[in-house]
């Protein structure tokens, strides 16, 4: 065999034997893309996703659309080759596993943080506009989440109402880790609630929950790696009534960051006009109760699944502006939001053709 085809032969078979064990090999690196975006003021899967009743509604055109991303499952075990092609695309972005998916995390557990996150955002989203357009909206603190194995387990239960603790009117979900904190490990902490039951049938009635009982827990210590502290094994969130109904019809979703787009598409429809003026208008970025636009992970991903869809303009949250500017899609103008007025007044700028006064992330 001539020495130049035995050469070209020997480095096939080694390079065919690379590709082989990098399939084999596995490396511990998980994988994102861009995922679809949806229009908050158009349908998904044959039905309006912002289904609003009890209130006035106004057509709106335009798109306001959210934006995801798409990973790799918890328990997916990327290979070396995979891994290899994920840093070299340019749509597609390879992270360390524990990035998304801190160490012992099952995916059961990411799947269930991700909807109690996006239900959490569909809360404040519908609170953050309706607090926009001036519509008042009850409010009160309830227990989130029992830990199982917890002094509080069997003695208090999700969706109780939390009124006071040792007799101190609790007004927010930190109110509550501030009291029991104030215990040592082994003494005692008095809740007095609503009981779940009791105020869900008050909502059914249309009235005001007035049933409290008091509810005596022996705090147990923190076993986390935070400092040593009194604990009862809650977590305590916000719960509200609204005076109509606002139904987020959106399946195949997780997390926190389309409360924005969800926000600014129920204004949308609560008020005359369009906010886009017709023009397709994406973005991303979580918010509170109080309209703040809070940043979120895999910017880069969101941008080219919005521009890919056809968005001209992208709404980013502020401490997300640097990472996103680094690598723009053409024809994609980012533009920089701290709160739901920002966005507003940036949709104003856009509807009016200003956009020369947009605050634009490259401005950063």
Same mark, same amino acid.
């Given at each position: ?10 480095? #096939? ?95 059961? %557990? ?11 955002? %569909? ?75 009791? %105020? ?7 009235? #005001? ?8 827990? #022996? ?146």
């Amino acid at each position: 065999m001539p020495r130049r085809t035995a050469t070209m032969l020997a480095s #096939t078979l080694m390079l065919i034997a690379l590709l082989c064990a990098g399939v084999f090999i596995t490396v511990p690196y998980s994988e994102m893309s861009p995922g679809p975006t949806v229009n908050t003021l158009g349908e998904h899967n044959g039905e309006p996703v912002l289904q609003i009743s009890g209130r006035k509604t106004y057509p709106a055109d335009g798109n306001l659309n959210m934006t995801t991303v798409r990973v790799t499952s918890a328990d997916y075990n990327m290979n070396l080759v995979e891994a290899v092609y994920g840093w070299l695309a340019h749509d597609n972005k390879v992270v360390p596993h524990d990035t998304l998916y801190p160490e012992g995390t099952t995916e059961e %557990q990411s799947t269930q943080e991700n909807a109690e996150e996006f239900s959490q955002s %569909q809360e404040s989203a519908k609170v953050a506009a309706l607090k926009e357009l001036k519509i008042p909206v009850q409010s009160w603190v309830i227990v989130s989440t029992v830990v199982k194995g917890s002094p509080a387990e069997g003695r208090l239960h999700a969706g109780d109402v939390i009124k006071a603790v040792d007799g101190t009117a609790i007004k927010a979900p930190a109110d509550v880790a501030k009291a029991v904190t104030k215990h040592k490990a082994g003494q005692k902490v008095v809740f007095t609630i609503v009981p779940a039951k009791d %105020q869900a049938a008050a909502e059914k009635d249309h009235t #005001t929950a007035t049933t409290t009982k008091d509810v005596t827990i #022996t705090t147990a210590q923190s076993d986390d790696t935070g400092a040593k502290r009194a604990i009862v094994g809650i977590s305590a969130g916000t719960d509200h009534t609204f005076p109509f109904t606002i139904d987020i019809k959106l399946a195949d979703v997780g997390g926190p960051s389309a409360g924005l787009m969800f926000a600014l598409g129920i204004y949308d429809k609560l008020t005359p006009g369009d906010l886009t003026g017709g023009a397709f208008v994406a973005g991303t970025g979580t918010i509170d109760d109080d309209g703040k636009v809070g940043p979120i992970g895999g910017i880069e991903m969101k941008t080219v699944g919005a521009r890919d869809k056809g968005a001209k303009y992208f709404l980013t949250p502020a401490d997300n502006c640097a990472a996103a500017a680094k690598d723009t899609p053409g024809g994609l103008t980012l533009v920089k939001v701290k709160t739901m007025d920002d966005a507003l007044d940036a949709l104003k700028d856009i509807r009016t053709g200003k956009t020369a006064d947009l605050p634009s992330c490259s401005k950063s």
